[in-house]
């Protein structure tokens, strides 16, 4: 609780047992007078708790009735609010009864600020002057006080030392007691106790002696600060009592409410909780060694307080800031040792002093310290000595402190620090020094600036700092961002011939990291470009950049050259070719490539930026291949294709003819080549199918009267050879065909053509071929003819007449049957091996949708069963097998005349084994069944399911005879043959491979056998 009441005047209180008090009507111990400027609420809850007596256990034990034998107690602590409460407790042997003892204190409060903060204030208050009683009868109040009564001083004054001395306190215990008292003032949570080995009564005035030294020994801000009580019975922590003297023998080491505290017990020599072995405190030092000289510990105090003036409050009381200072206050005064044992303390502290705003002129000799220092190391330095990183990060920030009157010979300094480590290569020396330098931007410009300007210097410092700047960067871009940098700011650099060196030796090293990609050269050359722009435009104004823009000019050139040198156009993508955008600008292009002398060099320049047009521009011409010879165009033609490769869908189609020009004859275009090339890297057919319809409006395809021959020879080719079942598929009339116009039409008709008269006939060589296919065709005319008769039979009238029935061998499926099952042989195409189906004929197309086997076993006759488990399905379920287009390649010629085939039914082809085939599913129409096997592998060919020509599915032929007229449409199957009709739905399980399946193997799905459908084996 603060006295609300201000004062400028001393304050007294008198407290004693009594009849009567200020604030009780009965007897016993309260206030018995206090001065008018003291609130009775103050009172009763600052001064009551410290008027209190304790007699010492000594005496009470005794029963000592002299009341002169009881020590006084003497009290002085600072209370929050600035005020300084001192006072007195005597004991009293009788109190006004005359029956029983009591005591009696006198306590003054001194306001905040009453007097000056004076060196000596202390002294007077250890020679306070208290009364001992007081009599009630007097009245309760006391006078305000202009200063503090005090008792004359001692006119002989004995020695600090000899105080000590006479105490039994040496060198170690008082460092310890100052070092405790520095503690606990400055914030610290540990209470003082001491016990001195004087007789009891002497307690008060030894303590008072002994505070007396203390408090010499303290910087200013501990004294204001120290609370001390001069006797007391047993340790009591008290709220802003620092240091306590107590009874001998109340120092126990059993009690658990001091263990953490310090306790000095001078008469059995046992000081706890403070350690100062090995540690070290000038301070306490400095405290030390002028006890006898208290002058000069004078001339430190006040020094020390000016220093701490702007630091804070908690910097005052730190001891660290007065081992620092004592140390900078004796190097001062010269002691260079000192300055050599803490030279780090020492040159940190300084530098934090001069801190604040307005240090330098308050505390100048501090500077003057600093100063003294930075000579003392820069001496050392001319002698050939590297400093250390601390006194480089000193002097470095004293420049921002005081750098305007310091830079020059801070600069020297670092040159000559950095001169001595590069001679004793201390790598790392040299770059905390270079740190130092560019930590501070005006520093580092004033540093390099006379760097640069020394030849010497530049030769054998410069350089190498550079290179090692250059060395770790990551990129081109950032070598010659950083080489601009130094440019601009230093241009004296570009009359270095080994700054121009680095430069270009640098940005080769980090092209040849990046193997001179284009994105890498372009970056670098677009910036030369802008740099080399910006040069020219302030060489106007300053002649020092004539030589930068020279140089970076020479630089374009020697880059440009390189990469020519390094470019290898099988490597290079669409992505970096599109980067190049130097290639734009076409006058520094054109000035370029004027001063290529090699003629390897011209070559590539020629053939990358025909490439670059190529792909840049947005409607190339084979104009880009003007300027390029045959086999150069040739060069650029197969990087094109490599990189048209995965973009070949309808816009990239205009690019991609021009890699198919004919190098001799730009106006020629390789057809099949370009054919050829669609099918290995188009994403799939339909492509190749759109770009046959792209191409009937370009001119490159087209003559008057239609397709270029040439071109239509390729098409032809085309589907001959890569994609021979393009016309069974309805799907693709529909979505492709169709919508060609007549001249991709009548392409169409041709192609469909060749391919329909190939599988006519598939066996043209050798002589076992002819014999085969004249025996074959011999049987289908046998075959035919019977089928003619029946026909005949069957208009004049005659019911129930018919040919010959056809019987079916043991491997013929039953007519009738609900499933029929057939083996499949499928070749061997491009990129997967020759495998072997099964094919279930299903009449019900519920039945065909519920087949979904998970298992299936192929027993032999006479062999074991052979199980299957991972095969692949293809169902159609569908009962639609009619087409509503015939295209062309359906056997009929691109006039419309009907070609001759073999005789057919309205349900099927007679196979030359005389098993009658049924016309299938869209699906299986799409697959040929009667083109020629590869001539290493015979073909199984199912006798249900095949066809022996291309007639597409949905269009039947009328029947012709062996003259060529027509045969009656409505003529009836023979008997044993399968009605495709009724078999309209078709699962195909694929083995995954080729399999040999023997006639009359049985099937096995579930528990449901079937019977293998015969085979036959069509020879070559």
Not at 89 to 104: I, P
Not at 160 to 168: E, G, I, V
Not at 724 to 739: E, G, I, M, S
Not at 915 to 938: H, L
Request: net charge negative.
């Amino acid at each position: 609780m603060r006295d609300s009441m201000p004062r400028s005047m001393i304050q007294q209180q008198m407290y004693a047992r009594e009849r009567r008090g200020i604030f009780r009507s009965t007897e016993g111990y309260d206030t018995v007078a206090k001065s008018s400027g003291l609130e009775p609420a103050y009172i009763k809850k600052v001064l009551h708790p410290f008027c209190v007596y304790d007699a010492p256990t000594e005496l009470a034990t005794r029963g000592e009735k002299d009341g002169s034998a009881y020590p006084e107690t003497m009290h002085l602590l600072h209370l929050d609010n600035g005020d300084i409460l001192l006072g007195r407790s005597v004991y009293k042997a009788v109190d006004f009864t005359g029956l029983r003892s009591a005591f009696f204190t006198h306590n003054y409060l001194i306001p905040a600020g009453h007097e000056d903060e004076s060196a000596d204030r202390y002294e007077s208050w250890l020679r306070a002057s208290f009364d001992d009683q007081y009599d009630i009868e007097n009245g309760t109040e006391l006078a305000e006080l202009a200063s503090l009564p005090t008792h004359r001083a001692s006119a002989i004054k004995p020695t600090y030392r000899s105080t000590l001395a006479l105490l039994n306190i040496g060198e170690i215990p008082f460092k310890q007691l100052l070092y405790a008292v520095m503690t606990a003032v400055g914030g610290g949570k540990k209470k003082i106790y001491v016990s001195l080995d004087v007789p009891i009564v002497q307690l008060p005035e030894k303590a008072m002696q002994l505070l007396n030294v203390i408090y010499a020994s303290l910087p200013y801000a501990y004294r204001k600060q120290l609370g001390f009580i001069t006797y007391a019975k047993e340790p009591q922590s008290r709220k802003g009592v620092h240091l306590t003297f107590v009874e001998q023998g109340s120092l126990r080491a059993s009690d658990r409410s001091i263990e953490k505290d310090y306790t000095f017990d001078f008469a059995s020599g046992r000081i706890t909780n403070v350690d100062l072995d090995g540690a070290d405190q000038p301070y306490l030092d400095f405290a030390w060694d002028n006890l006898e000289r208290p002058s000069r510990a004078d001339g430190f105090y006040p020094f020390a307080e000016l220093m701490l003036a702007d630091m804070g409050v908690e910097r005052k009381v730190a001891a660290a800031s007065y081992h620092e200072l004592c140390v900078i206050y004796q190097i001062e005064e010269g002691n260079e040792s000192l300055y050599e044992a803490h030279k780090s303390v020492v040159l940190r502290g300084l530098l934090d002093y001069l801190q604040p705003s307005g240090a330098l002129n308050a505390k100048i000799r501090l500077s003057d310290v600093l100063l003294s220092r930075f000579d003392y190391e820069f001496d050392r330095v001319r002698q050939g000595q590297v400093p250390d990183a601390f006194i480089v990060d000193v002097f470095k920030e004293y420049y921002r402190i005081d750098g305007k009157y310091f830079e020059g010979k801070l600069v020297s300094f670092f040159l000559s620090a950095l001169n001595n480590a590069s001679r004793l290569s201390d790598q790392a020396a040299v770059e905390a020094l270079y740190d130092g330098v560019e930590s501070n931007a005006d520093f580092s410009y004033a540093f390099f600036r006379m760097l640069i300007a020394d030849s010497r210097l530049m030769g054998s410092l410069f350089i190498s700092y550079l290179e090692r700047k250059l060395q770790i960067l990551s990129g081109a871009g950032s070598v010659l961002q950083l080489i601009e940098h130094w440019g601009s700011a230093y241009p004296k650099l570009f009359d270095y011939e080994s700054f121009q060196a680095l430069a270009r030796q640098q940005l080769a090293s980090k092209l040849e990291r990046e193997r001179y990609s284009l994105p890498a050269v372009n970056t670098v050359l677009e910036q030369l470009r802008r740099i080399e722009g910006e040069s020219r435009a302030g060489a106007a104004k300053q002649h020092s950049l004539e030589g930068a823009a020279e140089f970076y000019q020479e630089l374009e050139l020697a880059l440009y050259r390189k990469m020519l040198a390094e470019m290898n156009l099988d490597q290079l993508t669409k992505e970096h070719l599109l980067s190049a955008r130097f290639f734009t600008h076409k006058e520094q292009l054109q000035r370029w490539n004027g001063k290529l002398q090699d003629p390897r060099e011209r070559t590539a320049a020629l053939k990358l930026l025909a490439l670059y047009e190529w792909f840049a521009q947005p409607e190339p011409s084979e104009r880009l291949f003007n300027r390029l010879s045959p086999a150069e165009i040739d060069d650029v033609q197969q990087a094109g294709r490599r990189l048209l490769e995965e973009q070949l869908e309808e816009g990239a189609w205009p690019r991609l003819v021009l890699a198919f020009l004919s190098s001799s004859d730009t106006e020629v275009v390789d057809y099949t080549a370009l054919l050829d090339y669609l099918h290995r890297n188009a994403a799939n057919k339909e492509t190749v199918y759109r770009f046959f319809q792209w191409s009937e409006k370009q001119p490159e395809f087209m003559r008057p009267r239609g397709f270029v021959p040439a071109y239509i020879t390729a098409i032809v080719a085309y589907f001959t050879k890569y994609d021979r079942d393009a016309f069974k598929k309805r799907a693709n009339w529909k979505q492709h065909f169709d919508k060609g116009g007549p001249a991709l039409q009548a392409v169409y008709k041709q192609a469909g053509r060749e391919l329909s008269s190939k599988a006519r006939f598939p066996f043209r060589n050798g002589k076992a071929a002819v014999i085969s296919s004249i025996a074959l065709l011999g049987i289908i005319m046998v075959v035919a003819g019977l089928l003619w008769s029946n026909s005949d039979k069957g208009g004049s009238g005659n019911e129930g007449a018919g040919l010959p029935e056809i019987q079916p061998s043991d491997e013929t499926e039953i007519p009738g049957a609900d499933v029929v099952v057939f083996a499949e042989q499928n070749p061997a195409v491009e990129g997967a091996e020759a495998t072997t189906s099964l094919v279930f004929l299903f009449k019900n197309a519920a039945a065909c949708a519920d087949f979904k086997p998970t298992v299936l076993s192929i027993a032999a006759p006479g062999a074991e069963a052979v199980e299957y488990k991972e095969f692949g399905l293809v169902a159609n379920c569908s009962t639609d097998t009619a087409s509503p287009t015939a295209p062309a390649g359906d056997g009929t010629a691109a006039d419309g005349t009907v070609l001759p085939t073999v005789s057919t039914t309205a349900t099927g082809t007679v196979e030359p084994a005389g098993t009658i085939v049924p016309m299938d599913s869209e699906e299986q129409a799409g697959k040929p069944s009667a083109s020629p096997p590869p001539e290493d592998q015979p073909t199984v060919t199912p006798v249900i399911g095949s066809q022996t020509d291309d007639t597409n599915v949905g269009e039947t032929e009328r029947p012709t005879d062996a003259a060529g007229s027509e045969s009656d449409p409505t003529a009836s199957a023979p008997e044993g043959s399968v009605d495709e009709q009724a078999y309209a739905s078709r699962v195909e399980v694929s083995l995954g491979k080729k399999v040999d399946i023997p006639a009359d193997s049985l099937i096995r799905v579930g528990e449901t056998e079937y019977k293998l459908t015969a085979l036959q084996v069509v020879a070559e």
